[in-house]
């Protein structure tokens, strides 16, 4: 029963969540002058997918398209349990939380890739080609990148990092840190500008190129919570979690989350979408020996603020 | 077009109220005329918006005039839209469609008699039209077309160590690259493509042929749809040619204001160019600058000319200058020194350099083998030849002309006023205008009768097609559309 009780809040917080970053999204779309359409927007574009019909194409591969929606979300929704909302304010707390977290990125992009192998078209082939080269590509930034606050905090439980910060964010020791993680996040989310798997023009909607009505709008719903989780991670890793002064700690993480999504979506206005090759570029040249760097410097930092006990 | 057209699935019934305001992702659909107004309706309302493959659609937009080439590829479409779907048409309904009779295009009615129709073509109108579509009848399932087969060459090329195995992927007719359709067959090795092969021709309207079986004053309609994204400058190459003939020079006031008029349908062309460049590459912080630029522009240039060129631009018509509004000239310099600010902006934006940066570059040599005018070439002869280089030179260009238009209408001598003169007589005259995208030229052949004898036209996007297939070899995927969309193609007056 409490299990059941658990499962239902978290998919309710992420719907909640991802209504809050669609939101989000259309104000800084559309500035201070609409904000009464960017409220509406969101729940009129979900009604208008739930109307429309769910196309499945002829020759698709029946159980991989019809389920891919689903396994996004649900993968989804499994690694929200693991983030934590305030002291003991979490689903679930094992003693691994990040790994677990990470491990269970990767079932997304599989989930993308299905969808766009799916279809029996040619470009969702080719975006499900471009999805797995990021999939290579993302993991071992990010979980470079996420093992600094590991290393400082000497745990892998993500109530635990958070209270290793309460004295200092890591942020500020590991800002390298945290701009490594950044573009690992948007990565695996497939956002502007490393959207190029399900490109609008050159691929015609890529791996969601077939996808209509409900089912789009699952994945739509997945890939924005993903987003949102991301961010709560980020807020996990590097802002201190929960932890600020007057507010109660829901709130703390809360505002944080969405300052941090509305920093990174406002700076992705100013960027072109990269090319899948630039994309890889950027992730195995640069990202990867900076997050080496990234490690170096943590462990050195570590062992001289702290002397090794955290 | 997305590959997968056939589904198995039945439409889903509606069992959702309807909010006050409905979302509608649309589906535009370019006969070869709305690119600019596809440009400014993207940009208008958060309600409409703009989908690049039909399955997202709910809505099908298209733009008329539709050659009879492009209708199987219009109702893969209409067939391949998730159901409740509906269609709208943009012109002018059949009956009032008369000067273009003798033109090759379909009947766009009759293969969706439940579409409605504006015949007004402001974007605001179409956006009026767009938010209400829920009263329309929806689209039935149109019958299936038969498209041409068409037959792709495969390049030869060496065994290699890993085999892989080649991928034809047909971009268009559809797409977001071109002003208007047009298909590309790239053969491609995974990201690379390794040719190209280009299918033109679904805008071709038969113009030329069309104009000769008119009269003199007819065929001026007609020769505004030569490029009916730059309908000023063909018509003046045709009243240019026809006033050779007649041994007429205009006076200076007269040449002033047909060159402001054409100056200024260059700078809104790169404009409503550049806005679809920048969504094409998803750059929100350029496409707003661009649209709000464009729209500023075709605003002001609306509201300076008492009487639209396209009625003063005739034969031997001589016009009193007070057919200018009272110019704002400050206003008309503060968008020239945005436009050179945006440029500037552009030149030193690192990022979108990435995708523009020497990719796509053209010899200067080769471009004049191929009688390449305009933009494309001066980014060769000026600058380095590759996207970027054609971004900044048609942002300068705008710049530049927006300057000398503005300069031009400030004199304000009199002319007196006088009208047309239609009767040409017996010759050969060759006349050109510089185009948004090149030189346009005409040649037509008089024989002192009611028709022209021969009417010929050079079209300077007709000039490009051929280059595509030799400058997308050896391109990545993601750059070859890129490329193509900073040709600048306008396919309406590519096909004729």
């Known amino acids: 029963m409490n299990t059941l009780i658990t499962s239902l809040l978290v998919l309710a917080g992420l719907l909640v969540g991802v209504y809050a970053i669609a939101v989000l999204q259309q104000l800084l779309l559309l500035g201070p002058r609409q904000v009464g359409a960017a409220f509406q927007l969101p729940i009129a574009q979900a009604l208008l997918l739930l109307h429309q019909e769910d196309v499945l194409p002829a020759g698709a591969d029946f159980f991989l398209f019809r389920s891919a929606p689903f396994i996004a979300l649900s993968v989804v929704a499994l690694t929200a349990l693991v983030l934590p909302l305030g002291p003991r304010l979490i689903g679930f707390d094992p003693s691994i939380g990040l790994f677990y977290f990470i491990v269970l990125l990767s079932p997304f992009v599989v989930a993308m890739m299905n969808a766009g192998w799916s279809q029996n078209a040619k470009v969702g082939l080719f975006a499900t080609f471009r999805a797995a080269a990021y999939l290579i590509s993302y993991e071992v930034p990010f979980g470079f990148a996420a093992i600094g606050p590991v290393m400082a905090a000497q745990s892998l439980s993500t109530e635990r990092i958070v209270q290793s910060q309460a004295g200092l964010w890591y942020v500020v020791w590991q800002p390298l840190g945290l701009l490594i993680y950044l573009f690992a996040a948007l990565f695996v989310t497939f956002r502007h500008p490393f959207d190029s798997a399900m490109a609008g023009s050159e691929l015609e909607g890529g791996v969601f190129a077939e996808y209509s009505g409900p089912r789009l709008l699952l994945f739509k719903v997945a890939l924005d919570a993903l987003f949102l989780l991301l961010m709560g991670m980020g807020v996990v890793l590097f802002f201190g979690g929960w932890q600020g002064p007057f507010l109660p700690a829901p709130l703390w993480f809360v505002l944080k989350t969405f300052a941090l999504a509305a920093l990174v979506l406002w700076a992705t206005r100013f960027v072109p979408r990269l090319r899948p090759d630039q994309i890889l570029s950027l992730s195995w040249k640069i990202l990867l020996p900076a997050s080496l760097l990234n490690i170096t410097l943590v462990g050195i930092l570590t062992l001289l603020l702290t002397g090794g006990n955290p | 077009m997305t590959g997968n057209v056939e589904k198995v699935t039945t439409p889903r019934r509606g069992w959702f109220v309807q909010l006050t305001q409905q979302p509608r992702p649309y589906f535009a659909l370019d006969g070869g005329s709305g690119a ?62 008369d000067h273009f009779s003798g033109l090759d295009i379909a009947a766009i009615e009759n293969l969706f008699p439940d579409a409605h129709r504006v015949a007004a073509i402001t974007a605001q109108a179409v956006l009026e039209a767009v938010l209400n579509a829920e009263q329309w009848p929806k689209l039935l399932l149109p019958q299936q077309a038969e498209p041409e087969p068409i037959l792709i060459q495969i390049p030869h090329r060496q065994e290699q160590e890993i085999a892989t195995e080649l991928v034809v992927l047909s971009l268009g007719p559809l797409q977001p690259l071109t002003a208007g359709p047009l298909r590309l067959f790239l053969i491609c090795d995974g990201e690379q493509v390794l040719s190209a092969q280009v299918e033109a021709g679904y805008a071709h309207r038969g113009i030329a042929a069309a104009m000769q079986q008119t009269d003199w004053q007819h065929a001026l309609v007609l020769a505004r749809h030569l490029d009916p994204l730059a309908p000023v400058a063909s018509q003046l190459a045709y009243v240019q040619a026809i006033e050779y003939l007649q041994h007429w020079q205009p006076p200076e006031p007269v040449a002033n204001l047909r060159e402001a008029a054409v100056a200024f349908e260059r700078a809104q062309n790169h404009l409503w160019w550049l806005l679809r460049f920048a969504q094409l590459l998803a750059d929100t912080s350029l496409t707003d600058r661009a649209y709000d630029l464009a729209s500023t522009l075709a605003e002001h240039v609306a509201s300076l000319w008492r009487q639209s060129p396209s009625q003063w631009i005739s034969p031997q018509q001589m016009i009193a200058t007070s057919i200018v509004n009272d110019i704002s000239a400050s206003t008309l310099r503060q968008i020239a020194s945005r436009l050179d600010a945006l440029k500037s902006a552009v030149a030193r934006n690192r990022l979108l350099a990435l995708r523009t940066r020497d990719i796509g570059t053209l010899a200067t040599v080769r471009l004049k083998e191929a009688g390449v005018s305009g933009p494309v070439l001066q980014a060769s002869e000026q600058g380095a030849g590759d996207v970027q280089a054609r971004l900044l030179v048609r942002l300068e260009a705008a710049s530049l002309d927006v300057q000398s238009a503005s300069e031009m209408l400030e004199s304000k001598e009199r002319t007196m006023a006088h009208a047309a003169n239609w009767n040409v007589p017996t010759g050969e005259a060759h006349a050109t205008v510089e185009g948004p995208r090149g030189t346009i030229g005409i040649h037509i052949a008089s024989s002192g009768g009611e028709k022209p004898v021969n009417v010929q036209w050079q079209r300077p996007s007709a000039m490009l097609l051929p280059l595509l297939p030799e400058i997308l070899g050896g391109q990545l995927l993601a750059d070859a559309e890129v490329i193509v969309a900073s040709l600048g193609l306008a396919m309406a007056e590519a096909d004729g």
Do not use: M, N
Request: hydrophobic share 45%; charged share 20%; proline share 10%.
């Open chain 2, 36 to 97: 600019h107004l596809f440009a400014a309706l993207s940009q208008q309302s958060p309600h409409a918006r703009q989908v690049y493959t039909p399955r997202h659609a709910d809505l099908l937009v298209i733009a008329e005039p539709v050659s009879q080439k492009l209708v199987p590829a219009l109702q893969e479409t209409a067939r391949t839209l998730a159901r409740p779907a509906r269609v709208l048409l943009i012109g002018a309904p059949e009956g009032r469609r």
